[in-house]
């Protein structure tokens, strides 16, 4: 009896003991450039003589160095609407309705998201520039429009475009960051006395979109003091290593540090409101470069794998630690309700990265952390003149990466004007300025161009630019990582290839991706309709 006594008054304290403060919960901050590939100079060392010797990325270096630093983190797919909407559901992004598509997406609020349900348990939540719809449903058309804080300006998402038009372009680029601080600090600290605002912890989205194209010619030397000749040599063998070329990705590498710069003025403003020691900083993109072969909408690793870093003083104890485990951006997700004790909905089948923070190890931490699977629907609805996606899955592991094109006939980035029926190409300045020129599913670029209109000169580039692919194809990125050689029909690698299809394929099927149902929602309206209010019967 007594002892049964002691039990019940023992539940009855554990019942009544309060639950930790809500200033206990660290904050989550999130700094998400778009179209940021993987290519930071904390993988300089890891990877030698890479893209990655000739950007200069010192914030997000620190925060690798003060946190853990992920080699191997991919997106769930390399468009910007579906990678987000997986992200923030934590879940595939083929399970995201409207949301896994970019044209015509319509957020499903049925789908929990990880701001909303951090909101709903006390946090307070915002963001800046872009981010998908983490408002309330009324702010859905508008993407969060409650919940953000752009009130000064949103000119850093044309970082070189408006640098480079100022008189002084180091004065120009100091406006810039002028308002990124002006922005970070409307939500941090409204009325500026250097203290945060308000009791609760906060969830913030910091999303610059200056990655993102365009920018302009010769901005990565002038700004940023990156030669395109530092990159000679180091570009992917199927990227032409001309000039043109390297400027264009010399120009992409200086919006990266300009990004990085603004993650630099986040930091400053959370330590001067003595808000970073508590709080989880996690810095990704979402997917690769735009305009590039084999970049963004490609499921290869430079349209796929993106750089992480995760700094979080009070649940990393050793930090400094290089992972190879696999990790899918949509594991942040529920990594983010279980650090501040918020129970994961059933539709977040994501894996929480806890373990692995929490860890004392490098390397490989989580055994079952092997491969990553990625897909693709839809990009540009008009890309094909048939308005249908281009699907495709693909299993990475360690050793291999296998992708199968389920339908491969169609044209990967889209038709283009003279490429496959009667006509003229478009011109350079097309190409370079006019995403729908051509190809629409490959951002117009000058890379772009170049490939383009030297199909005959340089064949090869073309084809891996933008020509048909087969039903299936495997590569070893081992010993090929650039995969320039198909091994599915090799004879000797037929039983990697069966395997990899096969847990390709029970993935798909366990996670209830509609492309390998019985009803491939994907080929049908709203899926394939250019028309963004109409809604499927």
């Not at 609020?109 to 349900?117: D, N």
């Not at 690793?301 to 992972?323: C, E, F, K, N, S």
């Not at 004879?491 to 991706?513: C, F, I, P, W, Y």
Request: charged share 25%; glycine share 8%; net charge negative.
């Amino acid at each position: 009896m007594k002892f049964r006594l002691i039990c019940e008054l023992a539940l009855l304290a554990l019942i009544l003991m309060p639950s930790p403060s809500r200033a206990e919960r660290p904050n989550i901050v999130m700094a998400f450039a778009d179209d940021w590939g993987k290519y930071a100079s904390a993988y300089a060392d890891l990877q030698p003589d890479s893209i990655h010797d000739v950007v200069s990325t010192p914030n997000f270096d620190a925060v690798a160095e003060q946190g853990v630093l992920f080699t191997r983190a991919f997106v769930s797919a390399p468009s910007c609407t579906p990678c987000r909407s997986s992200l923030l559901s934590g879940q595939p992004f083929w399970r995201c309705e409207r949301a896994s598509i970019l044209q015509g997406a319509i957020w499903d609020f049925s789908i929990p998201a990880y701001p909303l349900l951090l909101e709903q348990d006390g946090y307070r939540i915002g963001h800046t520039y872009k981010v998908w719809s983490p408002g309330s449903p009324a702010d859905a058309p508008h993407g969060g429009a409650k919940t953000a804080f752009n009130s000064h300006g949103r000119a850093f998402n044309g970082f070189s475009q408006n640098a480079m038009k100022a008189d002084d372009h180091q004065a120009g680029k100091k406006k810039l960051f002028n308002e990124v601080r002006k922005n970070v600090r409307s939500f941090l600290d409204a009325n500026d006395d250097g203290k945060l605002d308000g009791d609760s912890p906060f969830c913030y989205w910091f999303g610059p979109t200056n990655t993102h194209r365009k920018w302009i010619a010769g901005s990565g030397k002038e700004l940023w003091g990156i030669d395109p000749e530092a990159l000679k040599g180091k570009l992917p063998a199927y990227l032409p290593d001309v000039e043109t070329v390297r400027e264009d990705f010399a120009d992409y590498l200086g919006e990266v540090q300009a990004f990085d710069a603004g993650l630099g003025i986040l930091i400053e403003e959370l330590k001067r409101i003595d808000a970073y020691e508590n709080t989880i900083l996690v810095v990704s993109g979402d997917h690769g470069i735009p305009g590039v072969t084999r970049g963004k909408c490609n499921l290869y690793d430079m349209g796929t794998q993106v750089p992480l870093a995760i700094r979080w003083p009070a649940g990393i104890d050793t930090p400094g630690r290089i992972v190879d485990d696999f990790v899918s951006l949509p594991d942040l997700a529920p990594t983010f309700l279980e650090a501040a004790n918020v129970d994961a909905p059933e539709t977040m089948i994501a894996k929480s990265l806890m373990s692995v923070l929490t860890s004392d190890q490098a390397g490989q931490v989580d055994a079952t952390r092997d491969a990553v699977f990625t897909g693709r629907e839809r990009h540009v609805a008009a890309a094909r003149t048939d308005f249908k996606p281009y699907p495709q899955r693909a299993i990475r592991t360690d050793q291999h990466l296998f992708i199968i094109n389920f339908e491969p006939d169609r044209w990967p980035m889209g038709t283009g004007p003279g490429f496959g029926k009667q006509g003229n190409l478009p011109d350079a300045m097309a190409l370079t300025e006019d995403t729908f020129a051509a190809f629409g599913d490959m951002d117009a670029s000058p890379t772009k161009a170049w490939v383009v209109l030297h199909k005959d000169q340089d064949p090869q580039s073309f084809e891996f630019a933008v020509g048909q692919r087969p039903r299936f194809e495997l590569y070893d990125v081992q010993t090929d990582p650039d995969c320039m050689t198909n091994l599915a029909e090799d004879r000797e690698m037929v039983d990697v290839a069966k395997q990899l299809e096969r847990r390709l394929m029970n993935h798909l099927r366990s996670t209830g991706d509609p492309r390998v149902s019985e009803d491939p929602i994907f080929e049908s309206s709203p899926y394939t309709d250019p028309e963004k209010k109409r809604k499927r019967k």
